[in-house]
């Protein structure tokens, strides 16, 4: 059986616009793998924009984090921003972290109770 671990933004927060790397809130999922195995990493940001955004993955093996860069994705020029992608991999035995991350220049401000919005991360892993 897989081991599943999901976050989901629970919680109304304001973008940054510094255009700097910053965690998305409530985002960031922890978890411990027996043995090693593959893993299946997915996320979604969906929010007002009138601008632009990007996202990608940071992944935590033991304490040094990564930037998955090949898990960017860039929406721009448009009223409302969807980004989603899934990584996979496979990880070593051990504990692990993951984060999605976000780059701005226009704020926004993210309401999950508004039918549109959303914010979602969940690992997948295969180790038993």
């Known amino acids: 059986m897989p081991q ?3 976050a989901v933004g ?3 927060w304001n973008s940054n616009s510094n255009n700097l790397w910053l965690p998305v809130p409530e985002l960031d999922v922890t978890w411990t793998m027996v043995n090693a195995g593959p893993v299946a990493i997915s996320f ?3 929010v007002p924009m009138n ?12 304490t040094t984090g990564t930037v998955l860069t090949s898990t960017s994705v ?4 448009t009223a409302y921003a969807a980004n989603v992608g899934t990584y ?3 990880l070593p035995a051990g504990m692990h972290r ?3 991350e976000y780059r701005t220049n226009s704020g926004f401000s993210f309401d999950p ?3 549109f919005e959303a914010a979602r991360l969940q690992v997948m892993s295969f180790d038993q």
């Open 113 to 115: 109770g508004s039918d």
């Open 74 to 77: 860039v929406v721009g020029n």
């Open 98 to 100: 993951v984060i999605l």
């Open 10 to 12: 629970v919680t109304k």
């Open 4 to 6: 599943i671990v999901s």
């Open 44 to 46: 979604n940001l969906s």
């Open 51 to 62: 601008g632009s955004i990007v996202t990608h993955l940071k992944l935590f093996t033991g």
């Open 88 to 90: 996979y991999t496979t």
